[in-house]
């Protein structure tokens, strides 16, 4: 008998939608970037918190974790979270706890841990199994209201949970812990500040906005708070491990008014001295954010480097306080110079960026200051105040429905007892007797019998007259814009009484110090005078080989690459670069990366932008003169002391015009006396050097016109001894010039016969 079989089913059309490639790719990165700015990478403005930390924090709180209760296992809690709020990876969320619990990572901690959670050093907390946790009163103050509609909910990842969107927030959560996260196209980066002045702040604003509840906010606040009042409150971060605030107050100002800048941290030291003038320095509180370990290695690793002369040795004495001794190998030593120099090799000094973006409280993240920061904080726990306000005005007028039912009972409670008695359904019968509502009704009916006493009555009247007044000043608070700031300032004076200066946790523990002198401490004072050879690639990768060396075909270089420059200089030089962005840089010897391997890129040392080269590298000389030229054509001579440059980003001193660049940078002797210019059509012009100007920074002055194509190169020399350049790996001299001689800002003639067809002098 032949076999059946079944036909198969017609295969269901696949569904294609055709797309450009470039539509679909950016629409999917969207996605995913605004997935990873919203959803992880930046806090909200409201309660300062990233998601998994909001999630954190609820799933502790439905734990019982109180301040005032036991401690639960961190696996637990992890569990909880993974499971039910933040389906991701349990290392993930365990890192992000144990960051809430340590004091020396966040200013004010929300979690308080029992067991091992990591030191200062950069030890690893234990793994979660072995540690516990329950939370602090600090984090308990921002979660006060959940319970009371304070803020919105919506279904956790799986439908199956609920979770808070933005937490109560009664403390200035955002500026007291800071925050710092990077995103997809954007980054955050919040120091921590002290509660206690963040709520004078608070205060001072909320009194202005119930002096005139209804005037309009403009620029994302009142305008008549000015930043400089707040700054009267504020004066600058409080960081968690304490440190000097090193910065000026103008510096700081500008970073609070626009939302970006940076502070400088320094350690905290004292001189503690010993007999016959011996002494250490002692170093008590550290920068934030930086390991104690990895500051002494680098400390010893400039030791070893023999870059810090004076220091003797380091050692690490610290129990639950930090205690860093550093001996000085004399007493002759000055501690502040010293100091100074570590601040400036070590991280013993630190910047931290402030940059205050930030989701606002439409979701949409942006930049902003302080003031605007402030106010939506503000805007936050007025939104809450009413909030509760109405939850709570609910619950009374609930509660006086059902207390007037009772007082009806008493009134007749024979004739309640017998309709209860005796009636199969004695609701709608008491509703239509008594003319109660559904929820009296109901009330009345679930009475316990020990409540029909006198005594009991009497209670009834005082709690419904007592509600009644406490529902009257609710509806003049929710009406009342005033009274609701009156409110919220109260509510600040609370959390400063609870988290405020006054308590050991509110202390301010960051000095606040003055910027550093302008004076630059001589680095010659520390670094031992050595020889270099100072090695430029033409890929811009730097070295300096140890002594002076002639011969250089035995270096080695990246494929395809060879050397630029080479010069012959010390440890205690400075180095100097001019790029063809008309900018001098400068290194000191000492700090160029050693002859190991290929170097380091000149890029990471100093700011030179992708579209700029090296002209020129020389060392820098304080008598020095240079001349220096652009492609149009113009240029002029500039003392060596003038273009010297403390920071990565150098110093502008030739300007150029649109479209030009910096060609040609020369070191004047004392004897010359004529300037030689070539330009890109072979022309040459040579004229004296006293029609140059000497310029500490500009275009300069014409120097050779041109009908196409721009300057080539430029030198000075000695009329007397020729005209010299290289060709052919060979010097050559020209003495008859009269030919090419002329005035500044001529076109000049052809080059004589035999001139470097690169167009340059060599």
Not at 51 to 56: A, E, G, T
Not at 286 to 294: E, F, G, L, N, R
Not at 494 to 502: I, L, R, Y
Not at 733 to 757: H, V
Request: glycine share 8%.
């Amino acid at each position: 008998m032949a076999r059946s079989r079944t036909p198969k089913k017609p295969a269901a059309p696949e569904r294609i939608i055709e797309t450009p490639f470039a539509d679909a790719l950016s629409e999917r990165y969207l996605a995913y970037a605004m997935s990873t700015i919203v959803s992880r990478s930046l806090p909200d403005i409201r309660d300062g918190l990233k998601p998994v930390h909001r999630r954190l924090l609820f799933a502790m709180r439905e734990l019982k974790l109180d301040p005032d209760k036991g401690f639960k296992k961190c696996a637990r809690v992890v569990g909880d979270v993974i499971g039910k709020y933040h389906p991701h990876g349990d290392v993930a969320v365990y890192d992000a706890m144990v960051r809430l619990a340590q004091d020396f990572a966040v200013r004010y901690p929300l979690v308080e841990g029992q067991g091992n959670f990591g030191n200062i050093d950069g030890d690893n907390a234990a793994a979660m199994r072995y540690t516990e946790a329950r939370l602090t009163k600090y984090a308990i103050a921002l979660m006060d209201g959940l319970d009371e509609d304070a803020s919105d909910f919506r279904p956790t990842y799986d439908g199956e949970e609920h979770e808070p969107l933005v937490m109560p927030a009664a403390v200035p959560n955002l500026l007291a812990n800071g925050s710092s996260g990077i995103a997809v196209g954007m980054a955050t980066n919040i120091p921590p500040h002290n509660v206690g002045e963040l709520c004078d702040a608070l205060i001072h604003m909320a009194d202005v906005r119930k002096k005139d509840p209804t005037k309009a906010k403009q620029d994302g606040g009142r305008p008549e708070i000015l930043d400089a009042t707040l700054l009267k409150y504020i004066p600058g971060p409080d960081f968690p491990t304490g440190g000097t605030l090193a910065e000026s107050k103008e510096s700081i100002a500008e970073a609070y008014r626009t939302g970006r800048g940076s502070f400088r941290i320094r350690a905290k030291w004292e001189v503690e001295t010993h007999g016959r003038g011996q002494f250490d320095i002692i170093v008590t509180e550290m920068p934030y954010q930086v390991q104690k370990a990895k500051l002494i290695e680098r400390i010893a690793e400039l030791m070893e480097a023999r870059k810090l002369p004076f220091l003797a040795d380091v050692r690490d004495e610290s129990a639950e306080d930090v205690r860093l001794v550093l001996e000085p190998k004399s007493r002759t030593v000055d501690p502040e110079m010293l100091m100074e120099q570590l601040y400036r090799q070590t991280d013993l000094e630190v910047r931290f960026g402030l940059n205050l973006n930030v989701l606002g409280a439409d979701g949409v993240p942006r930049v902003h200051t302080l003031r605007e920061t402030l106010q939506a904080y503000l805007d936050h726990r007025q939104d809450v105040l009413v909030r509760r306000s109405k939850h709570r005005l609910a619950k009374i007028e609930h509660r006086l429905e059902v207390l007037e039912g009772y007082l009806i009972a008493f009134l007749n409670l024979d004739e309640v007892i017998k309709i209860i008695r005796e009636k199969d359904e004695p609701k709608p019968v008491l509703m239509k007797r008594f003319k109660l509502t559904d929820v009296q009704a109901e009330a009345i009916l679930n009475m316990r019998l020990r409540s029909l006493r006198k005594l009991e009555e009497m209670q009834i009247k005082g709690e419904h007259e007592k509600l009644t007044t406490e529902m009257k000043g609710l509806k003049a608070l929710i009406k009342d814009a005033s009274k609701q700031w009156a409110s919220i300032g109260e509510q600040l004076r609370e959390a400063k009484k609870q988290f405020g200066q006054g308590t050991p946790l509110g202390k301010r523990r960051t000095l606040l110090g003055d910027a550093p002198s302008a004076v630059v401490v001589p680095i010659e004072a520390l670094v031992e005078k050595e020889p270099i050879t100072v090695v430029l690639s033409n890929k811009g990768w730097i070295r300096a080989l140890k002594g002076h060396r002639d011969d250089i075909s035995d270096i080695k270089f990246k494929d395809g690459d060879d050397w630029d420059f080479c010069l012959q200089a010390t440890t205690v030089d400075k180095i100097l670069f001019f790029g063809s962005d008309g900018r001098f840089y400068t290194i000191p010897g000492d700090r160029l990366p050693q002859g190991r391997g290929f170097g380091e890129p000149l890029r990471l040392m100093i700011d030179l932008p992708n579209d700029a080269a090296v002209i020129n590298m020389k060392v820098w000389e304080k008598e020095g003169r240079l001349l220096v030229a652009s492609s149009g054509g113009r240029g002029f001579v500039v003392p060596e002391e003038h273009v010297f440059g403390q920071t990565k980003n150098g110093k502008q001193v030739l300007n150029l015009g649109k479209g030009e660049k910096a060609k040609a940078c020369f070191l004047m002797e004392e004897a010359d006396d004529h300037v030689a210019v070539v330009g890109k059509n072979r022309k040459l012009i040579i004229f004296p050097l006293d029609e140059m100007p000497e310029m500490t920074r500009g275009r300069g002055v014409i120097l050779q016109r041109y009908k196409d194509g721009g300057l080539s190169d430029a030198k000075s020399f000695t009329l007397a001894d020729g005209l010299t350049w290289m060709t052919g790996g060979r010097q050559r001299t020209e003495e008859d010039l009269l030919a090419w001689m002329g005035k500044r800002a001529q076109a000049g003639r052809i080059a004589p016969r035999g001139f470097s067809t690169t167009n340059t002098f060599g």
